[in-house]
């Protein structure tokens, strides 16, 4: 007898777990334990089962002697595998439980779960044990023993990357026996394999899901959606995800910060992962949203008044009802800030959809729960950079006539801007310029341009040009007439410039001393080339570092005061 080193299994019922215990049972350097506490969880809970009375006279139901004596006790190989069910890790067993051993969690959707469970037991969400998997999730991380966890649907896609993969969290190697073993009974089996093993009892391996799953049970609807966000949860802190869920790696975000975010989604604050829209809303159903971009400086929302006039404004045009109230979404925008600690250098994303729908259709006679209201507040500076200046193309994509579908209106459709912003991309450039149906420029995606030209990015841009010492910017006939460009157009006469707001050709831009573009996003950000063509002295210039000291002083004193904000 030696001492061994234990592998804890953590799971719910149903998950193949009894499979992961045979496939551990092949290897040579293994024992497994199949639910040591169960006995102890049967004595404490009084849970009946059929076979309960055997089961107690048969096992030791003391929990901490079981711990002390025959999970941690002295074996005859060097490592021990104990299958666990998560609801049987009951309050009072010793923390050596979670503190000692290697420990991994294994998840399964309640989708694949509920449907086979009844054959035992009737399916409850004491039963199902998902918020007992959590908790101990929580327990292992607090005890400085994180779990790896890993999905079910691993094993069944791919099951030897999956246990290789499994192996090496568990820092043991792999062994390849642990792929197949022989049908029927195994004596490593609890008494309770004849209730529950009978379908496991039949395989040899780890085997594919059926391509077609059986229809799910509309009796248990009510208990899964109790159950998934247990499972989406844990879901979210596997280290693989298999590509029946996920094919893509998980992306690196450009502010670390921002992946504890809290959002508003409709009447409440959730976290990033769970601030989601329902499938029925308007938003998805076909792009039918207003929005607007804000920026916080200094415990201030720059120029909130005006960004809640035009988002109504585009409400009203679109003939939104139900809408919330101005001091409502005031209230939302605040709360959101708030609980976010964001009182500076931050960005809003504020939207309203026309709401959820009761069957899907364009028709807006489906909308009758109201609005949908979205703050995503994030930590975000100034997109560009606006101290050495950006590159911008001119896309071939045009900017939407009134005639299709009218600019002033700050919608959610952006499908014109963003094949536009494809292009930008594609030619390696920080952004697009986009051209009205005369040629004239309009505005870039991101920011406006003076002229009829458009940047593409997320914010709306509009572009300025100096050209001998006058500052020319385009009309606003194809493009929103931006908040942040009308700020600083008054900027450019309050700074005693020349200011003339005309048709703008695209070659003026190529030719102009000075172009910079303007927004919530980008604030004023420089254009130093434009189509291979060198803007000016291919830096910053004179008049547009001018304005953007202008501008930044205007913004960190103007603005509607975030309430609680104390400045240090």
């Not at 030696?2 to 049972?25: K, N």
């Not at 900027?491 to 003339?500: A, C, G, M, R």
């Not at 830096?539 to 913004?555: S, W």
């Amino acid at each position: 007898m030696q001492e061994v080193e234990v592998i804890h299994s953590w799971s719910a019922p149903r998950s193949l777990s009894t499979s992961l215990m045979y496939s551990f049972a092949q290897r040579d350097d293994m024992e497994v334990i199949d639910e040591p506490l169960y006995a102890n969880f049967l004595r404490a809970t009084g849970i009946e089962r059929p076979y309960r009375d055997e089961l107690l006279s048969k096992m030791e139901s003391d929990g901490n002697k079981v711990v002390k004596d025959v999970i941690y006790g002295p074996g005859e190989k060097k490592y021990r595998f104990c299958k666990h069910i998560a609801k049987q890790r009951l309050p009072g067993l010793t923390d050596d439980l979670v503190k000692k051993g290697k420990h991994f969690i294994l998840i399964r959707n309640p989708l694949d779960i509920l449907p086979s469970f009844k054959k035992v037991v009737p399916p409850s969400f004491f039963e199902l044990g998902l918020s007992s998997l959590v908790s101990i999730y929580t327990e292992l991380c607090e005890a400085g023993n994180p779990p790896a966890i890993i999905d079910s649907a691993e094993l069944q896609e791919d099951p030897e990357a999956a246990l290789r993969g499994l192996c090496e969290d568990m820092d043991i190697p792999f062994q390849a026996e642990m792929l197949k073993w022989e049908a029927g009974p195994k004596s490593a089996d609890g008494m309770w394999a004849p209730w529950w093993y009978r379908s496991v009892h039949k395989s040899t391996c780890f085997q594919a899901a059926n391509k077609y799953p059986s229809p799910f049970p509309s009796s248990l609807y009510e208990l899964l959606e109790q159950s998934l966000p247990f499972y989406n949860m844990l879901r979210q802190k596997a280290r693989r995800k298999c590509s029946t869920t996920s094919r893509l790696p998980q992306p690196d975000l450009p502010v670390p910060a921002n992946k504890k975010l809290l959002c508003w989604v409709g009447d409440e604050i959730l976290p990033r992962d769970s601030a989601k829209v329902s499938v029925f809303d308007s938003v998805v159903q076909g792009g039918d949203s207003v929005w607007e971009g804000l920026r916080i400086y200094k415990g201030r929302i720059f120029k909130l008044e005006e960004h809640l006039d035009r988002m109504f404004d585009s409400a009203k045009a679109l003939a939104f009802k139900n809408l919330p109230t101005r001091e409502e979404v005031k209230e939302a925008i605040f709360k959101t800030l708030i609980r976010n600690g964001m009182f500076d250098n931050a960005h809003i994303r504020l939207s309203l959809t026309r709401g959820k729908k009761v069957t899907s259709g364009m028709s807006p006679g489906f909308n009758l729960y109201g609005c949908t209201l979205i703050v995503l507040a994030e930590w975000k500076p100034p997109v560009y950079d606006n101290t050495r200046g950006i590159t911008l193309v001119t896309a071939t994509t045009r900017r939407n006539s009134p005639n299709n579908l009218d600019s002033k209106i700050h919608h959610n459709n952006l499908l014109n801007n963003i094949l536009a912003k494809i292009e930008g991309n594609n030619a390696k450039a920080d952004d697009a310029i986009m051209l009205d149906k005369d040629g004239y420029v309009s505005e870039t995606n991101a920011t406006n341009i003076p002229g009829w030209l458009r940047i593409v990015y997320t914010p709306l841009v509009m572009q300025f040009l100096v050209k001998k010492g006058r500052v020319l910017t385009p009309h606003a006939d194809y493009c929103l007439p931006g908040i942040t460009r009308a700020t600083v157009m008054e900027l450019v006469e309050k700074e005693k410039f020349v200011l003339e707001e005309r048709r703008i050709s695209l070659s003026e831009f190529h030719t102009a001393d000075e172009v910079w573009t303007t927004g919530t996003m980008g604030e004023l950000s420089p254009v130093v080339e434009i189509d291979g063509r060198i803007i000016g002295a291919g830096f910053v210039g004179p008049v547009t570092k001018r304005l953007q000291n202008a501008y930044r002083d205007l913004a960190s004193d103007l603005g509607v005061p975030i309430p609680t904000y104390q400045e240090t």
